[in-house]
């Protein structure tokens, strides 16, 4: 048995075994692409209010209203978009997630974030909806699904260079040539993208992975949360002053978020995002959840190329570090790569029955 035959009887094994979660990947992957514009229309009443020439309400005020009502504990997150003045400000946890106007600081609107459908096609996506053991499945398909492209590419690769063009187009000559071509050729223009896909995807899945990334890049693995809280005791710290006071001296952000700690130990993070080309521009702070005290600083000035690319790894991933254009590209190739599963097995069942 030559070396081509072995790959392609393990190609057909593979696919044959781990087809279905692929397509349920590839699937909830394609329908998640464009999840920000879909959602910024279909919720445009949370996400904006009617414009004002009136001056914003103070965030602790919006904070102190939030906590009444839903409890002190369950703030994870705030979220401003500076670069929309009418722009609602939203305040939650995994479970729902409240906008506030921003001009009286009075609630607009509460959603259950956690059972919307993107939450779902999004966990389908990551886990299954199987938790940890979803989650392992997930990515030793997704490592099968690399080895399906790499060996299809071999499979591919042309033997007879005087019928190149065979090689390239897609041929509708008959229903078995059209499904033939749509899995070869296909899958061919559509390996590249994917492998990218691939590549970020299971940097997001596996820890080893995201070290042998960064390592690449020269550093070692980077904390979510950076440094812990040093302080101990009641929670004092008034994060929108520290809030002012970046928004003072790193002016200019089109987005920020502010992440509390689930830990009683983490420390609390403020995020500002600013506007960028291709690389994703972050000024991050690590706050005491206690003293309010400053634990670092990571500048978008002093970003290393490991930064760099954390930063960039989920632009990748979704086309989005390109905009529209490279949303559109991830969509036609994710799409390709749903039916790979499909064709393939057709060639199989035709073969076997014929």
Known sequence: MNLKRTIRKLHLCLGLGAGIIIFIITVTGCIYT?????T???QRDFNVVKLENASHVPLNQIIESYKKKYGNDNLLFIKQKESVPNATIVLGNKKNKVAYNPYNGKEVMCLNSKDSFFSVILEIHRTLLLGDFGENIIGVSTFVFLFMLISGFILWFPTNFKKLKSYFTISDKSAKRLNFDMHRVGGFYATFVLLFIIITGLFFAYDFVKKGVLAATGTEAYSKWGPDSRSQGKIETDITKIYNWTQTQ??????SNIY??????GSIRIKLKYDYKYIPRYNTFFVDQFSGKMLQMDLDKNATLAENVKNSIFGIHTGSIFGIFGKIIVFLAVL???SLPITGFLIWYRKKYR
């Open 336 to 338: 390709i790569a749903a």
């Open 34 to 38: 464009f999840e920000e514009e879909i």
């Open 250 to 255: 790193y002016p200019n952000c089109v987005e």
């Open 40 to 42: 910024n229309y279909t």
């Open 260 to 265: 509390y700690p689930k830990e009683k130990e």
